[in-house]
């Protein structure tokens, strides 16, 4: 069974083996990073390699929240080649830098605004964008900082709609949906997400533009869906994965990496396993995926 690490109990069980783990291998400069094997288990039985394994991936794969990221740093697993501290630091300043966003909608910002400690915000919010362009955020710091609106790169403008229909087939192609996050920019610089959010909002009378019939059945022949996005994503998933299984002749593990007619289905599915696991997929969900052929037992670990 994989381990949750959202379990206050499971928490407090791996502390235990952590502090046993240190005990027996006469562990002493507390100062730095713990390394564990991945085949590493206990005299208990407890399967603390794989367990240590899999919390480190889930931070690569950005599935943790802050409070479980502090959690990690407590029990000294290396997250990031900086300094442990370091890290503590920057989650300190994301969450300053979070605050201002949510206060003002942005995080343009006057050059002279400071950290409370008297540090600038301005720079360092400039510095984050430095480290992204050399590669050197992990993907949960440079997902954080996206979800509080930073843009990497100025946003590109388009010369008109058929440009911008362009940049929403080319998503289309590569991901095999048109569900694009309302924050995307494409790599170029273009707010894909914003663009596609104003033709739902032209559909939907809500902006002062329209949309003509052309475009709309444009659109939904590249997979757009213009009201009640969670359920119609989760039907088209569930669909997705049905025809999928049909067309295999025994069931199968979907590994993350697994990609079907273009979607990236086992990042998917991956994303419903961890729900099932701790408990956030209802059941109504689960009777839904078993009900296409959908195995769970095949899934976890």
Request: hydrophobic letters at 35%; charged letters at 30%.
């Amino acid at each position: 069974m994989r381990f949750n690490i959202k379990d206050a109990k499971q928490r407090e069980k791996l502390l235990c083996e952590i502090v046993y783990y240190i005990m027996t291998i006469g562990y002493k400069d507390i100062r730095k990073f713990l390394h564990i094997p991945a085949d590493y288990v206990t005299e208990g039985g407890f399967e603390l390699g794989r367990v240590w394994a899999e919390l480190l991936e889930d931070y690569n794969q950005n599935l943790l929240t802050e409070e479980e990221v502090r959690f990690l740093l407590k029990i000294r697993m290396q997250l990031t080649d900086s300094p442990q501290k370091e890290l503590g630091i920057w989650l300190d300043r994301a969450g300053e830098v979070e605050e201002y966003a949510k206060i003002h909608g942005t995080l343009s910002m006057p050059n002279t605004t400071l950290f409370r400690d008297g540090a600038s915000m301005f720079h360092w919010v400039h510095q984050q964008k430095k480290v992204q362009k050399q590669g050197g955020l992990s993907l949960y710091q440079k997902e954080r900082l996206e979800d509080m609106g930073i843009q990497w790169i100025k946003p590109k403008k388009v010369t008109g709609w058929e440009e911008g229909f362009q940049y929403a087939e080319q998503y289309f192609d590569k991901n095999g949906h048109l569900f694009v996050p309302k924050k995307y920019v494409t790599p170029d610089g273009f707010e894909l997400g914003k663009w596609i959010q104003e033709q739902r909002s032209r559909y939907l009378g809500l902006s002062r533009w329209e949309i003509s019939d052309d475009r709309i059945d444009m659109l939904e022949d590249i997979g757009m869906f213009w009201e009640d996005l969670k359920n119609a994503e989760w039907d088209w998933f569930v669909g997705l994965l049905r025809e999928c299984i049909r067309k295999t002749k025994k069931p199968f593990a979907i590994g993350k990496s697994y990609r079907y007619k273009n979607y990236a289905l086992g990042e998917a599915v991956s994303k419903v396993i961890g729900q099932y696991v701790d408990g956030s997929l209802s059941a109504e969900q689960e009777k839904e995926l078993r009900k296409i052929g959908f195995q769970f037992n095949i899934h976890i670990k």
